[in-house]
């Protein structure tokens, strides 16, 4: 069976209408600037020294990498909140267990990671820890009188909320985290770690929600609730089954909460007649995988609505600054403007 995984996110199913806006993306690193905000502040003592760094054109991986080596510590001891796009320049933290000893010297990090501050703290940083993640994007090669239609759609987005796709880039270069898995599914070959056990599970996972969100979408009741849909506070793990009440109705007007699912239990009838063989046959092996591994369900909002938007208008350039929560993704916002020739990676044009 074969995918190809960048025709397949470009047909992913877009809430508003078709729009006739195009804009280039991501040719300079400062184009695509995003920071981490933590749920908490550092104790300022502890055996955890957290660094708050900024690393251009590097992935979040390689950066935990480069601590361990100046620490002469394991991969294991570095602790971060999420992983960064690479493309980009990103102010993320980092945490190094450096029990009973002093910081090392960091003159020897590489010149793209740049040490912003340091404080420290008495438990590692992990996923639990970011509050949300602020997006400053460039968007250039606009016309001038397309200005109009450009704000009247980021106001339906800023008020309305866009579909909460899992980013291309979860799924590795050109897809490779779903070809992998799909090897593993037909015992031809299996993970090397449990990192990359993990990271292809996770990219299962993810594959199954984009498709089953977007079927909703394509259909127009990715807002709409169904008896026994799951509805999940903002900003919360917190979750309940909708039975028609006109109080979940009225909440999800205001976006104080949104539908859930985790886009698994795909069943034969749900597939029938889609007119997608190949998605189909890679969506039953995927949910046969993740039942063989036990992989637990997580639920996830089938909406995002950006916070603290801001656009600004020069030239040819348009400048977007907007927050998401933790496990969002700014491409899942910048595709309902129009039509983004991303540069920085091989997956070069998010279709409309």
Not at 25 to 48: A, I, N, T, W, Y
Not at 194 to 216: G, I
């Amino acid at each position: 069976m074969f995918l190809d995984i960048s025709d397949w996110y470009d047909s992913l199913a877009k809430a508003y209408a078709p729009s006739n806006l195009s804009f280039s993306f991501k040719s300079r690193p400062e184009d695509f600037m995003v920071s981490e905000q933590l749920c908490f502040d550092p104790d300022g003592e502890g055996e955890h020294y957290f660094l708050l760094i900024d690393k251009t054109g590097a992935n979040t991986e390689w950066v935990a990498r480069q601590l361990a080596r100046i620490a002469d510590c394991s991969v294991r001891d570095i602790g971060y909140a999420g992983l960064k796009d690479r493309h980009g320049i990103c102010r993320q933290w980092f945490s190094m267990y450096l029990p009973g000893q002093p910081l090392p010297s960091l003159d020897s990090l590489p010149s793209d990671i740049k040490v912003v501050s340091i404080t420290q703290h008495k438990k590692k940083l992990k996923h639990a820890g970011l509050k949300h993640n602020e997006f400053s994007v460039v968007l250039r090669g606009m016309k001038n009188d397309s200005l109009n239609e450009l704000e009247r759609r980021w106001d339906t987005i800023r008020e309305n909320g866009v579909p909460n796709y899992y980013g291309y880039q979860r799924f590795g270069r050109e897809g490779g985290n779903i070809t992998k898995a799909l090897r593993w599914k037909n015992a031809k070959t299996r993970p090397r770690s449990r990192q990359e056990s993990s990271m292809v599970l996770s990219s299962a996972r993810s594959y199954l929600f984009n498709r089953s969100l977007s079927t909703r979408v394509d259909r127009g009741d990715w807002l709409v609730p169904h008896q026994s849909d799951l509805i999940i506070f903002d900003g919360s793990g917190s979750c309940y089954a909708y039975q028609g009440d006109s109080d979940t109705l009225d909440r999800l007007r205001l976006g104080q909460v949104h539908i859930a699912s985790d886009g698994r239990s795909l069943s034969s009838d749900s597939l029938e007649g889609s007119g997608r063989d190949d998605e189909d046959a890679v969506s039953v092996c995927l949910e046969q995988l993740l039942v063989k591994q036990r992989v637990a369900s997580t639920n996830r909002p089938l909406r995002v609505i950006p916070k603290s938007c801001q656009l600004t208008f020069k030239n040819d350039e348009v400048q977007l600054r907007f927050q998401l929560p933790p496990g969002s993704y700014a491409t899942a916002v910048l595709r309902e403007l129009g039509q983004i020739n991303d540069q920085s990676t091989e997956l070069s044009t998010l279709n409309q």
